[in-house]
């Protein structure tokens, strides 16, 4: 009932506040009169009875604005108010209400844009069932596992719900018009029910399908789905062509399902995989395996667990099993790009801080030249508490604001930041706006209104009201603490500025130095292309070395291709495959303990065509066929490792363990190192053997084994040769599937793109800084001019020259400048220590960057400083006092 | 004990325009009036305090309110007790009997 009757009241005075008004005027001149009858029946004349009436009720508006407190909806009519008057102050101001939201909105942009990337890619759980339980067993938290150990794992343990495995496939896809080659996993049948992600159409894998009769069936992605089968919503029960085989649609993916996430991360297909026929392979390591932590075992029971068994297993089977490690799936999925998403967020945070600063002083500044307005409210009886919500409104208006076009622009950033992330970033394709981003947007924008606007309305709204009309709209003298926050402010601006200024700096000396890495063969101008085999004509034993001689001799006919080779892995782009390899002549290494090599298989020419220089010896030729005597080029770090101080030509090697039969290849030649697989990882032991001359690869049936790389090198416009060569590759059988269409130079700038992405984003947050930060400056030291206009006229009416002058506004600027400066390097060398793991080829603490730097902020504040000061030393000392 | 003048609490404040409007509708002045009669003149409510109080304790659902004429023909506004005004008047008068004895209770000893 009273809740009822409160809210009509509310009701009431907010939406008839006339009316309401109205009768309280009625109300309070109907008593007045009748307190003057009283009076005039006592004897009064009618003049004075009203004159000592109104002076009894003591002040009608002072009684209504009594009234008007006590109403209810009192403050939501105050901020409304506020809101207004606010509004019409920074309508008043265009100028100052400009330069605040820009800034304003640039920190909130940037703040939005990558906590919204932070978000999808950091905070946001898998989109698997039971994410938190997921784990990844792999060897050193990495590498794949054998299969006969996986089974003994999955067999052994209790510390899983369930545990599957996946290995990565790449079949082709044929039949329809063109072939084409697609990335696959095949998997245990209990994998898709572990990760509880349904089916859009049709069902996942039965528990006994993967055994040998069963297995050809397959899963699609919804992507290739829409793709090569225009999203047929019949597609379940029909048949498509793997590598010439037929395999049935069993289902099909919802268009959110990625998997795996952390590698094959493009697979669009998935079947069943049976490992009963490598019960006992503990050889060669092809599988990831994923398990779901039963409910109830922790992280460290399970790698007890797994720890325990894995030893039982080295020692019943000596040199396998070494360094397993359980990893939670999500640190193996964003572990590799936490750090630098982290630092790109405390960056944005910083410019944030910068932003806010930098409105907090523009705020203060313009506090001080509305002194006369405060003054005037606080006469009129508002009080500090009334003022400073008052200018607390109005700064939060200010956030709200730049919160509006800082979402703008983060939606623009967002897009950018998708378009130019690199592959390396994952999960790439969940980043967006979405509600809890603008929910923090909110937060953001509203906290900085009050962060940026509490110190100078407190500031503001203590002030003596007698001295504020003396001196009126003079320039007065300056409060000592005002002056003191307002310095405070620059310093810390610039101090922020300097630590992302460093980080900046940091990256681009990060950026040089791995641009300045020898990938150890020439891109320009080389053309590099997948050619699959599988399910194709020329798949057949006996057809392969023959069709990729052909095809080379074909592509090389094509007018301005100067070379052509193969490989199996494109450096840097492509698989690292690690081969054991034994040495002639010296001694057996311990079990576990074997070297082990990055296994190629190559094409006649094919470092003539890479333009990786041979540092002895010779490139494989036509004929280093089968039959002929068994070759083998070697990189210089595997010939230094094996025989340091040597020259190896002439040696032997062999891939296998050494028995009375095994196959020992010659060194033919030393090539220089070339990059691997990551661009600034050392270079490993490296083998390249021809193809020709390698029976896997001539005749199995593996898909891993049915492609090579096509590599050519024409002219800088390489990459127009790829319609040409598509079709003289076609031109011998269409069946083949041509994919992976690129340059080496695109190849070479993906590899690098991690450190380009963090570079780009790091230099324009600090170039933001460091133009805020010039703007901050520049602001308080014009500000600081003009509060001084009197003193400096006195100055030079004294006698001072325009020299002091300059001496004395540059020197107060620079002081501050200087403190800062010194503040950002302590910062910095804290600071910057978080991203280390980002550098390569540079200190934390480079003193050169930090020097670099800090000279150059200085060289700005000092710019920013000098316009400012030489404006000072215009001063005309007469017109200066005239004006007092 | 001569009147002196007493600061209004505010609690007494309502519990004393309860108490005067307890006996009819009034208007503001009316109730000032009342108020000095009842107390003999120990309390002068000026409408600095009785106005505000008047419009809070309408929005609490107390008092409720409407134009008439007063004696001398002069269009006023006229405050009445609501159910819930009276059952407030008893409360506060009880609570309000309980200090009063506490209190000279405490000050005899």
Not at chain 1, 62 to 73: F, S
Not at chain 1, 95 to 104: E, Q, Y
Not at chain 1, 771 to 788: D, E, H, K, P, Q
């Amino acid at each position: 009932m009273a809740l009822h009757r409160r809210l009509a009241a509310l009701w009431r005075n907010l939406l008839h506040r006339q009316g309401a008004e109205r009768e309280l005027d009625a109300e309070l001149e109907s008593y007045v009169a009748m307190l003057a009858e009283e009076r005039e029946r006592a004897g009064m004349s009618a003049g004075d009875a009203r004159r000592s009436a109104l002076i009894e009720a003591g002040g009608l508006e002072q009684v209504k604005e009594d009234v008007r407190d006590v109403r209810a909806g009192v403050l939501i009519d105050t901020i409304a108010q506020d809101i207004r008057y606010g509004a019409r102050m920074l309508v008043k101001s265009p100028g100052f209400t400009i330069a605040a939201v820009i800034a304003l909105a640039l920190g909130i942009g940037a703040t939005t844009a990558i906590l919204s990337v932070v978000d999808a890619v950091l905070l946001r759980p898998l989109p698997y069932e039971h994410p938190d339980r997921l784990v990844v067993i792999l060897h050193h938290g990495t590498d794949p596992v054998a299969p006969a150990n996986f089974l003994d794992w999955r067999e052994q343990s209790k510390s899983f719900a369930a545990m599957s495995a996946a290995e990565y496939w790449t079949p082709n896809l044929t039949g329809a018009d063109k072939s084409e080659k697609l990335w696959a996993l095949k998997l245990t049948t209990d994998m898709l029910p572990m990760l509880g992600v349904h089916p859009l159409m049709g069902r996942v894998f039965a528990a006994d399908e993967g055994e040998p009769g069963r297995d050809h069936e397959v899963v699609l992605g919804y992507g290739l789905w829409q793709r090569r089968f225009a999203g047929n919503a019949k597609i379940v029960g029909t048949e498509v062509t793997l590598n010439g085989e037929a395999y049935t649609v069993v289902g099909v993916m919802p268009g959110t399902f990625r998997f795996a996430p952390f590698w094959a991360t493009k697979s669009e297909l998935w079947v069943p995989m049976s490992l009963a026929s490598q019960s006992t392979q503990r050889g060669g390591n092809s599988l990831r395996i994923f398990a779901q932590l039963a409910a109830g075992v922790s992280l460290a029971q399970a790698r007890a667990d797994i720890a325990a068994i894995t030893a039982r297993l080295r020692q019943e089977y000596p040199g396998t099993n070494g360094d397993v490690r359980v990893v939670p799936l999500k640190d193996r999925v964003v572990g590799d790009v936490r750090p630098a998403l982290l630092v790109l967020l405390g960056a944005v945070a910083f410019v944030l801080l910068i932003a806010c600063a930098n409105v907090a002083h523009m705020l203060l500044a313009r506090a001080a030249a509305r002194q006369r307005e405060i003054a005037v409210r606080t006469a009129l009886g508002a009080s500090r508490s009334r003022i400073v919500r008052q200018l607390l409104t109005e700064s939060v208006l200010l956030g709200a604001l730049g919160g509006v076009v800082g979402l703008a622009l983060a939606a623009l950033g967002i897009r950018v930041l998708v378009a130019l992330g690199p592959s390396s970033l994952p999960r790439v394709e969940t980043i967006g706006l979405d509600g809890r981003v603008l929910l923090f947007t909110l937060a953001v924008s509203l906290l900085t209104g009050v962060g940026f606007g509490l110190v100078p309305a407190m500031q503001a709204s203590v002030l003596n009201l007698s001295e504020s009309f003396k001196e009126g709209g003079r320039a007065g003298s300056e409060g000592v603490r005002r002056n003191r926050l307002r310095s405070m402010l620059m310093a810390s601006e610039l101090a922020l500025a300097l630590v992302l200024l460093i980080g900046a700096g940091l990256m681009i000396r990060t950026f040089v130095a791995l641009q300045q890495i020898d990938p150890g063969f020439d891109p320009r101008g080389v053309l590099s292309m997948t050619v699959g085999v599988a399910g194709s004509a020329e798949s057949a034993p006996g057809r392969r070395g023959p069709f990729y001689q052909q095809m080379l001799e074909r592509v090389r006919a094509l007018a301005g291709v100067r070379s052509a080779s193969a490989i199996n892995h494109l450096p840097l782009a492509g698989d690292t495959w690690g081969w054991a390899y034994w040495i002639e002549g010296q001694p057996l290494p311990k079990p576990g303990e074997t070297p082990t090599a990055v296994y190629r298989v190559v094409m006649p020419g094919y470092f003539k065509t890479m333009g990786i220089p041979l540092q002895r010896g010779r490139d494989v030729h036509e004929s280093d066929a089968m039959g002929a005597p068994r070759v083998i080029v070697i990189n210089e770090q595997l010939a230094q490792r094996a025989w340091p101080g040597q020259n190896p030509i002439g040696h032997r090697i062999s891939l296998q363990k050494p028995t009375s039969d095994s196959v020992w290849m010659t060194v033919v030649g030393v090539s220089k190192n070339a990059r691997q697989e990551d661009w600034a990882a050392p270079a490993q032991a490296e083998v390249y053997l021809p193809v020709l001359q390698n029976r896997s690869y001539l005749e199995d049936d593996g898909a891993h084994v049915a492609y090579m790389t096509l590599v050519l090198r024409a002219g800088d416009d390489a990459a127009a040769f790829a319609p040409r060569v598509r079709e003289a590759i076609w031109s011998i059988d269409r069946g083949v599937a041509v994919s992976e269409v690129q340059t080496m130079r695109q190849v070479v700038a993906d590899a690098t793109a991690g450190p380009w992405f963090y570079l780009l984003l790091l230099v324009v947050f600090a170039s933001v800084a460091l133009v805020l930060a010039a703007v901050g400056i520049y602001g308080v030291m014009s500000y600081a001019v003009t509060r001084r206009t009197h003193e400096i006229g006195i100055r030079l009416a004294l006698g001072a020259k325009p020299s002091d002058v300059l001496r004395l506004v540059v020197g107060q600027g620079m002081g501050v400048a200087l403190a800062g400066a010194g503040a950002g390097i302590i910062g910095a060398l804290v600071l910057t220590r978080l991203m280390s793991g980002l550098l390569y080829g540079v200190r934390a603490s480079d003193p050169v960057t930090f020097a670099g730097v800090t000279a150059l902020l200085c060289a700005v504040a000092f710019a920013a400083t000098l316009i400012p000061a030489r404006r000072a030393t215009r001063i005309d000392p007469i017109q200066a006092m005239k004006n007092e | 004990m001569p009147p002196t003048k007493t600061n209004l609490l505010q609690g007494t404040l309502d519990l004393l325009i309860l108490k005067a409007l307890s006996l009819g509708e009034m208007h503001g002045l009316g109730i000032a009036r009342r108020v000095g009669q009842i107390t003999k003149g120990a309390f002068d409510v000026k409408p600095g305090s009785l106005f505000p109080a008047l419009h809070r304790m309408e929005e609490e659902g107390w008092l409720s309110s409407s134009w008439g004429e007063s004696s001398n023909n002069r269009r006023a506004k006229y405050y009445r007790l609501t159910a819930a005004g009276k059952k407030q008047l008893k409360t506060e008068a009880t609570h309000w009997g309980r200090i009063a004895v506490a209190m000279s209770l405490a000050l005899k000893t």
